[in-house]
């Protein structure tokens, strides 16, 4: 296995270069898989790499690690450019910059629908398109409610069960001197992700077809009551004193300390979010639940295939790239990634089995009270551009409930 990492300058200076770098096979009859992977999930990746390269000696994988900030747009390039990876990593849909749907809408990627695996990939994971498959999960990654239990205990808080009840606790938790829910205000990242979670909740909880409808032109954002409810939900917990002081200027990175060191008591995160906290602060206890909703009945937790691997169609080494997709398959490997990602594995989710960290959900999985993660369905990036931008604006008041609705709508429409 042979591991490249590069820095944001680097990895556009490197496109040049890396013509000559593509996979192939060697006279010996060895083969190379180039393979691109987000940077920060080296620890998760590589022994998966090495014990495929274990178990198929002729099969070499080289992983080239790129920045999460310019992933996307540097993987594009390389697609556009004709000098794509075998094997790409990226969310599934169309809603990131580094959605993988946007390149099988561009013809770049491989059709897996004839693969033995194929038929227990869900639909709900966003990787399939027009009955086809374009991609494979790596883990799934439940969106809650993170709370730091031992902040919670001493600022006298208590886990809130309906939305009316967290803005007591965050009352509570104000008058102690600790902020309720932590929140990375400059919008990108966790910011974009807590006010998605809030509306896969509320809109997908009482419209699941919400996204058809809206790609059907029959309705919009700011014509949606849910969509109107989450962003007032979302300006009633500023008000409230929920966030940190000067929420607007913080980053993600900041958020999961604050919420590992126990500034603040909760945070809106997806299970790898969470288990960064718990490595970055050994022998804290830390339990996720569902964001409560407007009561107990109408609360769901969304969930995320927010990561999945790809094929592209013009490789020259399909046969062993496809060797590698149907090895993430197996029930150890599974295992092995979800772990290092700090996601579950599909096959334990489906059987409702969640680690200790995740017991608070469980309920919620069993019984199905769940959604999907709507940013994921979102047509273009623009959308979570706009999204976060509207955290922060909403948190600095320089956006109304009324543009933040009209923002949105705005960038759904674009092409």
């Known amino acids: 296995m042979k591991r490249t990492m590069m820095s944001i300058g680097a990895a556009f200076v490197a496109l040049a270069l890396l013509a000559g770098c593509s ?3 060697t006279g010996d009859g060895k083969t190379t898989l180039q393979m691109t992977w987000q940077a920060g999930q080296e620890k998760a990746v590589d022994p998966v790499v090495q014990a495929f390269e274990k178990a198929n ?15 996307g747009q540097v993987v594009q390039t390389r697609f556009q450019s004709g000098n ?27 059709d897996l629908s004839a693969l033995p695996f194929a038929s227990s990939v869900p639909t709900i994971t966003g990787l399939w398109a027009d009955k086809v498959l374009y991609g494979v999960p790596v883990g799934v990654f439940p969106v809650g409610l993170a709370v730091n239990m031992t902040a919670l ?12 009840d967290l803005l007591t606790q965050c009352k509570t938790a104000a008058n102690s001197g600790s902020s309720f829910v932590s929140i990375a205000g400059q919008g990108s990242g966790l910011g974009s992700l807590f006010l998605a979670a809030m509306a896969s909740q509320s809109v997908l909880g009482t419209n699941p077809n919400w996204v058809d409808d ?6 919009t954002f700011a014509a ?78 969304p969930v995320s295939f927010g990561q999945g691997i790809a094929i592209n169609k013009a490789s020259k080494n399909i046969p062993q790239a496809e060797t590698f997709l149907e090895y993430l398959q197996e029930p150890a490997t599974q295992s092995l990634l979800a772990s290092g990602l700090g996601a579950v594995t599909l096959s334990d989710y489906n059987a ?22 709507i940013a994921l369905q979102f047509p273009n990036p623009n959308v979570l551009t706009v999204l976060g931008n509207d955290v922060t604006g909403l948190l600095t008041g320089q956006t109304s409930n009324d543009d933040a609705l009209t923002n949105l709508d705005t960038a759904w429409d674009q092409k």
């Open 214 to 219: 809206r790609n059907a032109g029959t309705t």
């Open 84 to 110: 794509g990876p075998d094997i790409v990593w990226g969310s599934p849909g169309t809603g990131n910059s580094n959605a993988i749907g946007l390149l099988n809408q561009q013809g770049k990627i491989l």
């Open 23 to 25: 996979g192939g096979q």
């Open 153 to 164: 205990k001493a600022s006298g808080t208590t886990i809130p069960t309906t939305f009316a």
């Open 57 to 71: 000696p002729n099969i070499t994988v080289n992983v080239q690690y790129l920045p999460v900030d310019t992933y």
């Open 224 to 301: 949606t009551p849910a969509w109107q409810d989450t962003i007032s939900q979302f300006v009633a917990m500023k008000d409230a004193g929920c966030y940190p002081q000067g929420a607007a200027s913080i980053d993600t990175g900041t958020q999961i300390s604050d919420l590992a060191g126990g500034k603040s008591v909760t945070g809106v995160v997806p299970a790898d979010a969470l288990s960064q906290a718990l490595a970055s602060a050994p022998g804290a206890d830390f339990q996720m639940v569902p964001f409560p909703g407007s009561s107990v009945a109408a609360t769901r937790l």
């Open 352 to 373: 409702g089995t969640l680690p200790a960290s995740l017991s608070g959900i469980q309920s919620a999985v069993s019984a199905k009270q769940t959604v999907a993660y």
